[in-house]
């Protein structure tokens, strides 16, 4: 076909569609000639040049050119010539001339919304559930098998009546942009499963898709806000998928070296462990990071993001900077101001530990929380202080005046690491299906298998177990913070002792859907639990954060009653903790019992108190007490108490 086209508009980079026809822009300093090779429904290439602009980009706008139109970039790298794909594609097809080098397509279809609007869930009301799109409904077996795996698997009823019965409001997507399979994992017949190696930004991937990955990824965000539970989306800006000095070539190092941080030899500066560091001080780099996250929002109402090795993003070269450009940039931006933001607060190079050092209204994925609360009730780490710190919200970290937009997310488990269930089941990693000999992941796991590796029939083992699992959760949803919760904890799911799953795309990471009683009784606890701490625990959050918070009551108490004093911090084993409101609000109390023995508790003079769990039971009661309580070993009870019942 004989394209008729003319020099287009340089500021609207990537493809941008009218009724006229299609613009072309890209960001290409490295280039004086840039092809756009346009492929029929042949795919026969026509070739036509690009103009170029005296600040890099390239453009030209070709008239009567719709939508479904495959295209890719040519330019030339010394006497090569080199296929370049669209840093801006949002859809991905072959390339029949290039086995790497994929080819984008131009895309439009209008999208029926309805009334679909973001939840805006305040901070101190949110649960969030990390999920991932297809090892959560691969196994499902009430799921027709055509959806599994995908955008439509998670938005089907029986996926979302799960997550309403277990009270969540926030799903926490792991990356859902198109990644790439590393060259050492195709080597080895694997796949990068958790999809942290991004190829492209823009382009929701088509492996979680049965037809169309963005129409698809739509109704998925409709359905679940239909229903009052927001999406945020685990995305990568840390660094991309074309490695270091002898990784693959796609399009920013093709386009841009500039894009990453550089040595003074031009060589990258790998501080995330995946050779290359995307530098966000370069006016382009972050130009496409910020109209991503918008594009996500304006075209997908997508709630909020999680940012991985969020440091890297903050940087000067080998510093972090809280009033970086990026911060202030999108504490500004119409339209990201109002999301939520969720840092993972580090990356591996210097300066790169963050944790509490990010602006508001940043929220930070709270690790001094998981590995003090699993030390607590796995390893025996009598670390009474430590806990206490992590359990009122870590306010060594972030003062409560900032809170709620400051809340810390707190968690016991991510995606990386045991899932819950085997942190009670196993005491070491067992990655060898990884194909590293066991070396990767973290082995720093503060995880107990109860005395036998791995699953086991054995009751006591079991009951130990299943009691540990109640420990952690309770402390995670009653302690101040935004609760974050792997999605498959709620359904015991193991790995099989595997903590770096990140290339396991089988049943070691499918969520595991198989009944069981023990399953059962935890999935209704938990499903209880999440339901009293929106009702006894929110409030208290709500009244603990900003300026008034000093009028409220906090005391930390001997089991005998009497207030701790300064060598209890040090190896007190039996312990509680009561909050309350104001002069004579509502209170709740929190009994610790760390020890081996059952210890009784004396509860303050003239009180009546309801039990809202006690972790030694295997179900939520609602029993009333009054003046001393049996709280059994390795347990804890959370009684709370009305303002109407207090006798004064």
């Given at each position: ?355 509490g050092h990010f602006p508001s209204p ?39 005046g900032l809170w709620p937009h400051k ?239 207090i006798d004064t």
């Amino acid at each position: 076909m004989n394209w008729q086209f003319e020099t287009g508009s340089p500021h609207d980079l990537g493809v941008t569609l009218s009724e006229e026809g299609c613009n072309f822009a890209i960001h290409a300093p490295s280039h004086l000639h840039l092809n756009l090779i346009i492929f029929d429904h042949d795919d026969q290439p026509c070739t036509i040049p690009l103009f170029a602009h005296n600040h890099g980009v390239h453009s030209v706008f070709i008239h009567d050119l719709g939508n479904g139109v495959k295209y890719a970039y040519q330019g030339k790298q010394g006497n090569d010539i080199v296929w370049i794909l669209d840093s801006y594609a949002t859809r991905l097809a072959e390339n029949p001339f290039s086995t790497q080098v994929p080819a984008a397509v131009t895309y439009y279809q209008p999208f029926d919304w309805g009334n679909s609007r973001h939840p805006r869930i305040p901070r101190a009301s949110t649960i969030i559930n990390e999920v991932h799109v297809r090892g959560f409904t691969q196994s499902h077996p009430g799921i027709p098998e055509h959806i599994r795996g995908t955008y439509l698997g998670l938005c089907h009823p029986s996926i979302l009546a799960h997550f309403k019965t277990l009270g969540v409001t926030t799903l926490q997507l792991l990356p859902i942009a198109t990644s790439y399979d590393e060259p050492h994992l195709q080597e080895k017949g694997l796949t990068n499963f958790w999809g942290y190696n991004p190829l492209s930004w823009f382009a929701p991937d088509a492996r979680f898709a049965s037809e169309d990955p963005i129409a698809e990824l739509k109704q998925l965000v409709k359905t679940y806000h239909e229903h009052n539970i927001e999406i945020i989306l685990d995305v990568v800006f840390n660094h991309t998928a074309e490695g270091g000095e002898e990784g693959p070539a796609f399009h920013l190092k093709l386009l841009d070296k500039k894009y990453y941080l550089l040595n003074h030899d031009k060589s990258f500066i790998n501080y995330t462990g995946c050779g290359n560091t995307v530098d966000l001080t370069y006016q382009p780099s972050l130009n496409i990071v910020l109209d991503n996250l918008r594009y996500w929002v304006n075209e997908f109402q997508i709630d909020g993001f999680r940012f991985d090795l969020a440091a890297t993003l903050g940087r000067h070269g080998h510093y972090f900077a809280p009033d970086s450009a990026f911060f202030k940039t999108i504490a500004q931006d119409p339209v990201l101001k109002r999301i939520k933001l969720v840092a993972e607060p580090w990356d591996i190079g210097p300066d790169g530990y963050q944790l509490g050092h990010f602006p508001s209204p940043w929220n930070e994925c709270n690790d001094k929380f998981r590995d003090t609360v699993k030390s607590y009730w796995l390893r025996r780490d009598n670390n009474v202080r430590e806990l206490a710190t992590r359990i009122m919200g870590s306010r060594d970290l972030v003062s409560a005046g900032l809170w709620p937009h400051k809340l810390p997310v707190n968690y016991i488990a991510y995606h990386d690491g045991f899932t819950l269930q085997d942190l009670v089941s196993y005491n070491h990693k067992h990655n060898m299906a990884n194909g590293e000999h066991n070396r990767d992941g973290h082995g720093d796991n503060r995880s107990w298998n109860h005395g036998i590796e791995g699953d086991t029939d054995n009751y006591a083992v079991r009951f130990r177990r299943e009691r540990q699992k109640r420990n952690l959760m309770a402390t995670l949803l009653f302690s101040f913070g935004i609760p974050h919760i792997l999605a498959v904890d709620a359904l015991s799911h193991t790995q099989k002792g595997n903590n770096n799953a990140y290339c396991q795309d089988n049943d070691i990471s499918w969520a595991d859907w198989t009944p069981g009683e023990d399953k059962e009784d935890f999935k209704r606890w938990l499903s209880c639990m999440v339901d009293a701490r929106q009702t006894y625990m929110t409030p208290f959050i709500q009244a603990f954060s900003g300026h008034d918070r000093g009028r409220h009551r906090v005391n930390w108490l001997r089991s005998n009653g009497t207030p701790m004093n300064a060598d209890d911090w040090q190896h007190i084993e039996a312990f509680a903790l009561t909050l309350g409101l104001d002069k004579h609000g509502d209170e709740l109390m929190f009994l610790f019992n760390g020890s081996e023995i059952p210890t009784r508790y004396r509860l303050p003079e003239n009180s009546r108190w309801k039990i809202i769990c006690d972790t030694s039971e295997l179900a939520v009661c609602s029993r009333e007490i009054q003046t001393t309580y049996m709280q059994s070993a390795h347990s804890m009870t959370i009684l709370c108490r009305q303002s109407a019942s207090i006798d004064t």
